[in-house]
Every structure is written in C-alpha cells, then in structure tokens.
C-alpha cells in the first residue's frame, strides 16, 4: 500500500493518477493534510518516503510568471509540484512513464490546439518532451494523429452540425473485464421491450428538438446493440429514420459487438437501414482467453460472422483487440494479428487493458505484464502498417498497466469520426439511453447556473442516469434534463 499525503488539495488528483501509473497494481490511499510540512509526501510499505518540499518548488518555479496573478501563481506551482514528484519517482522507480506527467485521457487535445496555433511538429516534439515529459515516440504519435483529426473533423459543421449516441446497455453476458453499465441478458431481458419504449421516446425529443440542426454520424453502442432480437433492432433503426434526417449524415456505426450476439438476419436489418461502419469485436483470436474471460463463441464464430458480414456488403467494418488480457503472451498477440491480417478489417482499434484499483498482483509480476503490453502494442502497430492502417485516434485510461494508450489504426476514408468526435469535444453530442452523456459544446464561454467556482466553460455535460430500470422509470426526467440546456 501507498499512502499520500497532501497539504492542499490541489495537488491530490495528479499525484494519485501518477503513482498508479507506476503501480497500476498497488493500492494507494490519498488524503490532504493542511498542517503538512511538504507539498507531498508518497510513504512505501517498505519504509520509504519521498517528499516532495516547499523549496525545491519554489526554486523550480518560472521566475517571469506575474506573482500578482494569483491563478497563474497556482497553476504553475501545481506543475512544478506535478513534475518534482515525477522525477522522484522516477529515480526511485528506475523507469519512466511514456505519458509523462499527463493524467487526462485525451493528450492529442495538446497537439490538436498546438497544431491549430501554427506550431510546427518538430517545436511541438520538443516541446510536448520538455514541458510534459512524454517521450519522443509518443509525441510524435500525437502529433501525427492530430494532423489526421484535423483533416477528418475539417469535414464538419461545428456551429450548426451535431452527433447522436444511441445507447443499448445489454450484453449475453458480462465480460471479466468490462467496466462499462451494462446488464447480461439473463437479469434484464425482460426489460428489454421497456427499455426501448422509453429510448425511442427520448429520441423523439431529441429529434423533434434537433429539426432545425445538421445531423453529421451517428453511433449506436452499448453494451452491445445486437444483443436486441432482429425484430427489436429493427423497431429502433426505424424510429431513428423517422425523427432524423440523413442530409447531412456523413457516418452511421452499429457497434454489432460481439459475434455471440450477431446473427445473419440482425445484419440484415443493418443493412437494410444503411448503417456504413459496424464493428465485429474479437478482443482476441485466442480460444482459451475467450473461454477466461466469459466470451460464449469461439474464434471460428468470429471468422464466419466477418464473412457474413463482407458477403452482405459491408464495406467499412473495425474490429477491437486488447493488449493483455489474463494469461496471454506476446506470441498469443502475434498470433491474433496473423489471424487478423487474413481477415483484413478496414480498421483496427487497440486498447491496452485496464488494471482495476482492487487487482492483487505483486509488483514483479505487474512489471513483466507492462513489458509484454508494450511489446503487444508495439507488435499492433507494425501490423496495422502491414494492413494499410494508420493510426487516427488515440485515448487513455486511468490505471493503464505501464501507463500505455488506446490507438485506432484505419484504411484511407474508413476512420471512425464519432470516435475522434469523443475525444476532441469540438462538436455537441447528444446522448441517449441509460448511462449515456450529452456534451454540448457552445460557442461562447458561459457561467452556469449553480457553479460555485463561476468559471466560464465551453461544455455543458447532462448525463442520463446508469441503471436500467432508473432509466426507464425516469425517463421523462431525462428529456427535461435535456430540454434545458438542448441548444441552447
């Protein structure tokens, strides 16, 4: 166990996230401690501490910074003490951390607004190295992706386009790793059918509300959306062509998801309303990972519903794998990417796993895990070239063993907007279904009602309830959450 000890609470976020960089399998214990004596100290069950004092900061800090700007005072004390912590860790470590001191999920946010400020990559590189700590790979890969954002998010219309999210939180069955609000089949088919009474009203809202905006894609997740019958995804499908227009649609995805729940006749359906984008989700080609992590299909499910797929005429399908899921090896990976090359995707998403806070992996052990991730990744992206696929998108997640990323890899004209979409907030989405998240994204700054802070913000989050059956009790709660700020 790791405790820190902070004496203000400014400081308690960063250091958290970045000491579970370096333990993703450690539990650490945060708490603020005004009277301290030092910004930070981090105490190890061994008996180590590592402080982190008031002067090393202040002698760290910009000498041009205006010291009658209190804020500016603070920011840059909270990085001095960000980045002072960091290097001790690291010296106690012995390692570094690809993402430097960064915690957020979206580091190609940095690169996309330096990019839009005239910097070039080489300034960029060096800066995003020196200011963040981000080693030269990855700031070249941030880089790289931000430049094909741009290009690809340069198609939409920001001031009067949007995006729908279609939420279906049911899968056959719960995934070991899963972390997302889902429900299996055997504790919440029965509610089903009301579930989509209640989602096709909400969407009848948000068309009714969005007539007179551009509606630019459009993403049905979950969950897994082909976990509703053919007949069910049909009623959905035709209620989203009745209360949306197409004129302005430039990408449809269905995320089928799993080929336990995908079926001949539900692609059909699919196909039938002219989703472009679906995605076939394997995680892995390796039948004993499939079997530990609660997946009730096989590797030849996966083969036969892709081909399924291409022989009904779907042209632009993406397929999902993990990087260290339990028990597999570097080989397992390189065999997983052979198999998938022979199906050749038109995209390819990477996700390095999650290690959850409650994981009990000793630190040896945890070590050689990040290590075979990294060659995982490394080995992805070399088949993702291999394929034709660059990579377009990337995203984090907190507590990433070794501190890794989550890249999409895709052909010429087949890479996924929504997703960039989600991790650059440059156009409103407006979600629904249970746990789902509206972001509007407004022109102007604005104070909102009821913050304390009063600081003005770009972004106004209205976020549906997670449980089902909440959702469905309430949903005319979540319309008028809606109705408030929608367009505003």
């Known amino acids: 166990m790791i405790e820190i000890v902070c004496n203000d609470e400014t400081y308690t ?32 069950d061994s008996g180590i501490v590592l402080k982190v004092s008031s002067e090393e900061v202040e002698e760290s800090m910009d000498t041009g910074i205006d010291k009658s700007d209190a804020l500016a005072v603070k920011k840059e004390r909270k990085y001095r003490v960000d980045t002072c912590f960091y290097h001790k860790l690291q010296l106690h470590t ?9 915690t957020g999920v979206r580091p190609t946010k940095i690169a996309m607004q330096k990019l839009s400020e005239g910097m070039s990559e080489e300034a960029f590189v060096s800066w995003f190295q020196k200011e963040c700590l981000v080693n030269e790979e990855k700031a070249h890969l941030a880089w790289k992706i931000a430049e094909k954002e741009k290009k690809l998010l340069d198609q939409l219309d920001y001031k009067n386009g949007y995006s729908l999210y279609v939420g279906i939180p049911f899968c056959p069955t719960v995934c070991t790793y899963c ?14 059918e009301d579930y989509l009474e209640a989602l096709c009203k909400e969407l009848a809202f948000i068309g009714k509300a969005a007539k007179e905006k551009k509606l630019n894609t459009i993403y049905i997740g979950g969950g897994t959306p082909t976990s509703l019958t053919a007949v069910q995804l049909q009623r959905l499908l035709t209620c989203i062509d009745e209360h949306f227009s197409r004129e302005s649609l430039i ?7 799993r080929p336990d729940s995908i079926t001949k006749e539900k692609l059909e359906v699919i196909r039938e309303h002219g989703i472009t984008r679906i995605s076939i989700n394997p995680q892995t080609m390796q039948q004993k990972t499939l079997d530990i992590i609660g997946r009730q ?4 499910d996966i083969v036969e519903t ?19 899921l339990p028990e597999e090896e570097l080989s397992d990976m390189e065999d997983t990417l052979r198999q998938v090359e022979a199906l050749n995707p038109d995209s390819l998403t990477v996700h390095s796993l999650a290690i959850k806070r409650a994981a009990k992996m000793g630190q040896d052990r945890q070590n050689r895990k990040s290590q075979d991730i990294r060659s995982m990744i490394e080995a992805s992206a070399q088949s993702a070239h291999k394929m034709g696929l660059s990579p377009y998108y990337l995203y984090r997640q907190k507590n990433i063993a070794g501190n890794f990323e989550n890249v999409g890899y895709a052909k010429v004209d087949k890479a996924g907007i929504y997703n960039i979409l989600i991790m650059e907030e440059k156009q409103s989405i407006v979600a629904a279904g249970a746990g789902s998240s509206t972001k509007i994204v407004l022109q102007e700054p604005m104070i909102i009602p009821g913050n304390k802070n009063k600081k003005a913000t770009n972004l106004i989050r209205i976020e549906n309830v997670k449980a089902i059956d909440a959702y469905i009790d309430r949903i005319d709660e979540m319309i008028e959450r809606k109705g408030e700020w929608l367009w505003h």
């Open 13 to 44: 976020y960063n250091t958290y996230h970045i000491v579970k960089a370096f333990y993703p399998s450690e539990e650490v214990k945060s708490r603020v401690e005004e009277k301290a004596s030092h910004y930070i100290e981090a105490a190890f």
């Open 306 to 324: 892709y081909e399924t797929a291409r022989t009904l005429g779907f042209d632009n399908i993406n397929m999902d794998l993990i990087a260290g």
């Open 251 to 257: 990408e449809y995805t269905v995320e089928a998801g």
């Open 179 to 192: 972390s997302f609000s889902s429900g299996s089949l055997k504790d919440w088919g029965h509610r089903v």
């Open 94 to 102: 012995g390692r570094s951390l690809a993402w430097g001191i960064l």
């Open 297 to 300: 299909h096989t590797v030849e």
